[in-house]
């Protein structure tokens, strides 16, 4: 029995509809909403959520958060998720987003002053800062600064980068 190229054409067309358009199905089949474009002119600077190793960057008008290693956006009931603040990105189902998220506080959004974490030193540290708990220890909770300066509250203290390295390499 010979086969018509038609219905071979047919089948191959239905399955890459399938296989692009698969990502875009979310809970129960519906549809995912697509995520508005997110435009950060500049890496934002984040502040740790109390209690967790959740940073959020307060800065940026949605919301935007780094957890483990990537970045993840919530948007119309579902998430997203990247590996660059930027994008691109991509759809995760609903039992891949980590609990932490899931349950952060009300609230979570707003900073006390002087709390910002640099991009810069949150992408250098964050591994190390998670495996040492480094936010658990007394007096952690303040952001590390340009230079090895701790910020607390709105004040500035000298503390000569201990244990945060010897700098960026400038200059050597």
């Known amino acids: 029995m010979q086969r018509r190229p038609g219905y071979l054409f047919i089948a191959r067309l239905l399955f890459f509809i399938v296989v692009l358009f698969a990502p875009l199905v ?62 691109p990105w991509g ?9 932490v998220l899931i349950n952060l506080p009300p609230g979570y959004r707003h900073a006390p002053p002087g709390q910002r974490i640099p991009y810069g030193q949150l992408k250098k540290n964050w591994r190390n800062w ?30 000569g980068g201990g244990e945060h390295g010897r700098g960026h390499g400038r200059g050597r």
């Open 91 to 99: 759809f995760i189902a609903a039992r891949s987003v980590p609990r």
């Open 130 to 159: 998670e495996q040492e708990r480094h936010w658990d220890k007394p007096g952690k909770h303040e952001a590390v600064g340009k230079k090895g300066k701790r910020k607390r509250g709105s004040e500035v203290e000298e503390g």
């Open 26 to 87: 979310g809970r129960a089949g519906l549809p995912v909403p697509p995520l508005p474009p997110l435009i950060v002119p500049v890496p934002p600077p984040v502040i740790l959520v109390p209690g967790t190793y959740v940073y959020v960057a307060p800065d940026v008008e949605v919301d935007l958060l780094f957890y483990h290693g990537y970045w993840y956006r919530p948007y119309g009931g579902v998430w997203y998720r990247s590996s660059y603040y930027g994008g």
